[in-house]
């Protein structure tokens, strides 16, 4: 018997249940919806941030005081790197800039601080100031909607102008235009030279709301480049093929300025997009374990709900069997005809699942954050919920296979 | 001639030797030798023998009726003869094949090629048209859908329903449903065309029609064979053999 004819003998049997099947696949449904919405969610997420280090350049790399990943993994390592590492500082950046050949552009940048920015009576609390070189644009692919970045002779000279977000732009210029428009930055006037194009959010954290300003300015009206404005900078490499040879140049050229004995550890950190992506995976490695095996219970309930009617399925048609059998149906052909029509049944419940969960994906994306569902999610869910289908049609099908004929043909129904 | 047995060389191994079954050009006229057949049901303690050494013959073209009060055994030769079960013991020779050593695959082949069934309650898929009906043995002799349509068409011709052939069960009378049946049984040419109480579930007039058409199928060439507990039925057979407590009572040539 050939497999489109068994296929069409289970669509046939499912199309004559229609209720039935539907109630049947619900478990299977509700589970591949959850495994695909929570694989779109995980994946919208890699996508994001695949994207935002794109979006800062692949192939940069930072040079800071701490090494994130290194320094932070529980209080002795804090205490022994806060002990050991030193700041960086200005003196430090010419260093590297004079000294690197693999490096294409070496930017310096202050962590920012939370103030309060004016124009008019328009009073925004908490904004994001940081200070950095010109060049730090070009390093971070800054994305300028409208007027400029800041200038070389601008951030040499000290200048106070500002770069800011879109949704500072709206909020202190609701009518104008803001390019070389007046803000108030802690009491101190500032003149705007460009405006970022609009980010949105991620996680429902705003990513509009900042001001970038000469890192010289910032160091003269906030204060010194230490602790909470600590000093960190940022690189590109010439090629992409040389990028792991510039991040260790930079490394070698740091350690020697700073004395290091080949068998000191680093007293500062290099953070490249690999150590972010690598903090990522392992992160979503546990959360992927675990976000998987609740759907994976409802996969489970489904196809046991499948066995099941599968199981009154072949106690209701114990006639057919026997009729099929007389005309020559041998075992397994009657093996195949239940297999097929419960992993068809599964298959199209694990569809419908994959067919809500890209609805569901297309509101979250909407409403909350990114989502990414890719063909290879969509095949493993059903392939899936086609592999539960034929493990939970194994037994019932065994059964009708074994069927003797004679009383099979003497039930009643 | 009563109690027909069939000339068998007995081994000193005591093995039945195949019986001499073909004519002089060749071909296979004997097409059923049941050779002493035995079929015992174990029913816990004590074995129940619902036959005990049936043996005769059927040749090509034959129109044979199987008769017995019930409990006399003819459900079980019945169901031998369609190959849905085996004998106990004995040899059961099928158009020059021994199937009483056959595995179920074996026996599934021999039922969809060799026979053809016809019950008392029609036995059609209730949700498949008659058409889907009639071509149910040829999808599992494998045969490709479009040669199959065409089979199925000429089979329902045969039984004079090709108008009524996409309507299902349920939309046909009951004769309507027994000529699917025959049509179904007929559409693979098989060795045998087997009938079980074919008119059990008829009214007269129905009952009347339906043993014409065997009656046709018989002068066409086709090999019959008839269970039934009514006399009536059975007088329109050739030949009617007459089962009594698992034995052969009578078998008698009647036209």
């Not at chain 1, 289908?389 to 296979?401: D, R, V, Y």
Request: charged share 20%; glycine share 8%.
């Amino acid at each position: 018997m050939k497999l489109i004819e068994i296929l069409k003998v289970a669509l046939a049997a499912i199309w004559a249940h229609k209720l039935r099947s539907a109630l049947t696949l619900l478990g299977m449904i509700v589970g591949v919806t959850a495994f695909v919405t929570v694989v779109s969610l995980i994946q919208g997420f890699n996508v994001y941030i695949d994207e935002k280090i794109a979006g800062i350049g692949a192939k940069s790399f930072s040079i800071q005081r701490f090494n994130p990943f290194e320094d932070f993994k529980d209080t002795d390592t804090i205490a022994a790197a806060q002990r050991r590492n030193k700041e960086l500082t200005l003196d430090d950046y010419e260093y590297l800039k004079e000294r690197a050949t693999l490096i294409a552009k070496l930017g310096a940048k202050a962590r920012g601080t939370p103030s309060q920015i004016k124009r008019n009576d328009q009073v925004l609390d908490d904004v994001f100031v940081v200070g950095a070189t010109a060049n730090t644009s070009d390093i971070e692919n800054r994305n300028i909607e409208n007027g400029r970045f800041f200038s070389d002779t601008e951030a040499d000279g000290a200048a106070r102008v500002a770069y800011i977000g879109a949704d500072i732009a709206t909020k202190l210029f609701p009518a104008g235009n803001p390019i070389g428009g007046e803000i108030d930055i802690r009491g101190l006037p500032y003149r705007v030279l460009g405006v970022e194009a609009v980010k949105g959010t991620v996680f429902g954290i705003p990513q509009d709301s900042f001001v970038v300003i000469p890192l010289k300015t910032y160091q003269l009206d906030f204060g010194p480049l230490i602790r909470q404005r600590s000093l960190y900078f940022t690189a590109t490499s010439k090629t992409d093929q040389g990028f792991s040879d510039a991040v260790e140049e930079a490394r070698f050229l740091m350690r020697a300025r700073r004395k290091l004995g080949s068998n000191e550890k680093d007293n500062f950190g290099i953070v490249t997009p690999d150590a972010i992506t690598g903090l990522r995976d392992r992160i979503f490695g546990s959360v992927f374990i675990v976000a998987i095996a609740v759907p994976g219970i409802a996969l489970i309930v489904g196809a046991i709900v499948i066995m099941n009617i599968m199981l009154v399925s072949v106690t209701e048609r114990t006639k057919e069997i026997g009729i099929r059998k007389s005309l020559g149906a041998r075992q397994r052909d009657i093996l195949k005809q239940f297999l097929f029509e419960s992993a068809t049944m599964a298959t199209i419940g694990g569809a419908v699942g994959v067919f809500i969960a890209w609805i569901v994906g297309k509101v979250v994306t909407q409403v909350f954050f990114q989502t990414y569902l890719s063909v290879g999610a969509v095949v493993i869910a059903i392939a899936v919920a086609g592999g539960f289908g034929i493990m939970a049609g194994l037994f019932p099908a065994w059964k009708a296979a074994r069927l003797d004929p004679i009383e099979a043909l003497r039930a009643e129904t | 001639m009563t109690e027909a047995t069939i000339a068998t060389s007995q081994t000193s191994a005591g093995v039945v030797a195949k019986p001499n079954l073909v004519s002089a050009d060749g071909k296979v006229q004997v097409l059923i030798a049941m050779q002493n057949i035995w079929k015992t049901y174990d029913m816990g303690a004590e074995k129940v023998h619902a036959l005990h050494g049936v043996s005769f013959e059927v040749k090509r073209g034959e129109y044979l009726a199987i008769t017995g009060p019930s409990g006399s055994g003819k459900s079980t030769l019945m169901n031998l003869i369609g190959c849905l079960d085996t004998p106990s013991q004995g040899d059961y020779w099928l158009n020059g094949k021994n199937v009483s050593e056959m595995d179920d695959d074996e026996l599934a082949r021999i039922r969809n090629q060799e026979v053809g069934f016809v019950f008392q309650t029609f036995n059609l898929l209730a949700r498949a048209t008659a058409l889907h009906n009639v071509e149910l043995p040829l999808i599992y002799g494998g045969i490709p859908s479009a040669k199959r349509h065409e089979m199925a068409k000429q089979a329902l011709t045969e039984v004079d329903l090709v108008d009524r052939m996409m309507h299902r069960p349920n939309e046909l009378s009951g004769g309507q449903r027994q000529r699917v049946a025959i049509a179904r049984a007929l559409v693979n040419h098989p060795s045998i065309l087997l009938a079980d109480e074919p008119t059990g579930a008829l009214d007269t007039a129905t009952s009347y029609d339906i043993m014409n058409l065997f009656e046709k199928l018989y002068e066409d060439g086709n090999t019959i064979i008839l269970v039934t507990h009514e006399r009536d039925i059975a007088a329109r057979a050739r030949r009617i053999i007459s089962i009594r407590d698992g034995l052969i009572e009578k078998d008698e040539q009647i036209k």
